[in-house]
């Protein structure tokens, strides 16, 4: 039997990178999946993807900034699936380096990144009182702890701090509820998200590269990985935790 067979996973920011390989993960190891996503066509492209190969995985529409969008996005995962075991808050944006100190980006930052994240629990955790069990990952980022990470991305920064907090106010609060909440903190992780940066040029790639001592920036999937061990009962004992999954980046 595999690990989370009869189980059933929603990922939010399903349709690419780190979310995708949640969405993998998951799937492989025998959940079903709903990929939620703003992007439609993506979403829908992975769920696709990912059934190929007999998975049962669909896609639900989902702007995390909007909490009445979110409430429905959990609701269609519930009816559709049967319920809700696991969910990883992962959906999430950066702002351009010249809206350093902009109001509408750091507006919108925050609520797509950190309010996102706040409907999204709300609407998970009341299903999840209701069975009795649960466990929810949120992605922050290494950037949630250190500020020299992204120094130019000030609202970035801020949204990750905020959601290391939340993680920690949810699972205090439902720690005898048999929820688990936690999150996980990525470095550099070779997505959509930092394609761009580093396909300037080799002097850009090598800056990434460099900030863990590793040398290297992270695949999708060695966060994915962190993520589903959070989700699983392998962490029984692991709530409000902040898991670093960055090449020692900030060991230094
Ligand atoms: N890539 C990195 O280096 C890195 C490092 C640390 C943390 N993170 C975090 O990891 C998470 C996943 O990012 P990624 O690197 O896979 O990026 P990505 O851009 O590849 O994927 C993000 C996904 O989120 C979706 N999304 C964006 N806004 C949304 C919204 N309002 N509602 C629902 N979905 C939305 C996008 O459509 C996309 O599919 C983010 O929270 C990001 O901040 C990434």
């Not at 998975?55 to 995962?77: L, P």
Request: hydrophobic content about 45%; some cysteine.
């Amino acid at each position: 039997m595999k690990e989370f067979e009869g189980k059933v996973a929603l990922i939010t920011g399903g349709g690419n990178g780190i979310g995708l390989a949640t969405a993998r993960l998951f799937a492989e190891r025998g959940a079903r999946v709903a990929i939620a996503d703003v992007n439609r066509e993506a979403g829908e492209q992975a769920a696709e993807l990912l059934r190929q190969s007999g998975a049962e995985v669909m896609f639900v529409y989902g702007d995390v900034s909007d909490k009445a969008v979110v409430e429905q996005m959990v609701a269609e995962t519930v009816a559709k699936l049967g319920g809700l075991d696991y969910a990883a808050n992962n959906a999430g944006i950066t702002h351009p380096k010249d809206a350093e100190w902009d109001d509408d980006a750091f507006q919108r930052t925050l609520d797509i990144n950190l309010s996102g994240v706040m409907h999204c629990l709300k609407a998970e955790l009341r299903h999840m009182l209701a069975a009795g069990k649960g466990s929810i990952v949120n992605t922050a980022s290494i950037g949630g702890l250190i500020a020299s990470v992204v120094p130019s991305l000030p609202a970035y920064t801020a949204s990750k701090h905020g959601v290391i907090g939340l993680t920690k106010v949810a699972a205090l609060r439902h720690a005898r509820d048999g929820i688990r909440v936690n999150a996980v903190l990525p470095g550099v992780t070779f997505t959509n998200m930092v394609k761009d940066v580093m396909e300037l040029g080799e002097e850009e790639r090598k800056v990434l590269e460099n900030m863990a001592p590793m040398g290297r920036v992270a695949r999708p999937e060695e966060i994915a990985e962190a993520i589903i061990w959070l989700c699983s009962d392998k962490a029984s004992f692991v709530t409000g935790h902040s898991l670093v999954v960055d090449g020692g980046a900030i060991a230094q």
